[in-house]
């Protein structure tokens, strides 16, 4: 069923999971050490664009709870506190995963909590491609129409909870 859904989301692309953790938490977050999160929510942004990657998959592999832990977002999602609420998405073949994360992070407030946290090898040298969004209100819809403003009606989404 979760597989059918996700094939409203273009084929590549760049993504944003909005992400509501129930309540404050300390994880380990593979190799960058243990970490305090406070409750709230939390977009992590990422992309599928090489030849033989499916944003599709790359999403659905987010979602399953029982996988390899391999990212920093995999240590993070694996928490039973954590639930994906959203998926944003546009489809393209351009690197646009930096561009999405600062504009969240300005438009949206998002706060770096974790240095370097999915952002290892980040070519802009963003601080980190996980961004505490506090409790805002509506922050999927908001997501979507910053989505919208600045790529396109073509973005989607889909609204998990």
């Known amino acids: 069923m979760l597989k059918e859904t996700l094939n409203v989301l273009p084929e590549k692309g760049v993504y944003t999971l909005i992400i509501f953790l129930s309540e ?3 994880m380990k977050i593979g190799k960058l050490g243990e ?6 929510y939390y977009a992590y942004t990422g992309s599928a664009l ?3 990657k499916s944003l599709q998959n790359r999403v659905y592999r987010h979602l399953c709870k029982e996988k390899r832990l391999r990212w920093h977002i995999d240590y993070f999602l694996q928490s039973p506190k954590v639930t994906v609420t959203a998926v944003v998405a546009i489809e393209t073949n351009k ?6 994360n600062k504009l969240i992070a300005k438009k949206l407030n998002g706060t770096v909590l974790v240095e370097g946290f999915g952002a290892s090898d980040c070519k802009e040298k963003c601080k980190s491609h996980l961004l505490f969004l506090d409790e805002m209100e509506s922050v999927e819809f908001e997501t979507l129409k910053l989505y919208k403003e ?8 889909i609204f998990l909870v």
């Not at 970490?35 to 709230?40: A, I, L, Q, R, S």
């Not at 690197?95 to 999405?100: A, D, I, Q």
């Open 150 to 157: 600045n790529f396109g009606e073509e973005s989607s989404a």
């Open 35 to 40: 970490f305090n999160f406070p409750k709230g």
């Open 50 to 52: 090489g030849p033989n």
């Open 95 to 100: 690197k646009l995963e930096c561009k999405v």
């Open 24 to 26: 404050k938490s300390f």
